[in-house]
């Protein structure tokens, strides 16, 4: 069996490498949270100002 040696250079390239994906997907984390949570803000609005609409339209007897 043959045993691959690495040298300092190689082992270091690999820890940047390793290092920049790591932090790449960290932010690609965080964004998607926020736009997670803006969706989620934005459609619970839509939903409340939806149901307001229909109670106010039900109370006024369907008349818009």
């Known amino acids: 069996m043959t045993t691959i040696k690495m040298s ?4 270091r ?5 390793g290092g920049t994906m790591l932090i790449s997907f ?20 839509y939903k409340i100002y939806e149901l307001h609409q ?3 339209d039900r109370k006024n007897g369907g008349k818009s």
């Open 8 to 11: 300092n250079d190689d082992l």
């Open 13 to 17: 390239i690999t820890a940047i490498n």
């Open 26 to 45: 960290t932010n690609v984390e965080a964004m998607l949270k926020i736009v997670l949570l803006v969706g989620s803000i934005v459609y619970t609005f």
């Open 54 to 56: 229909s109670r106010k």
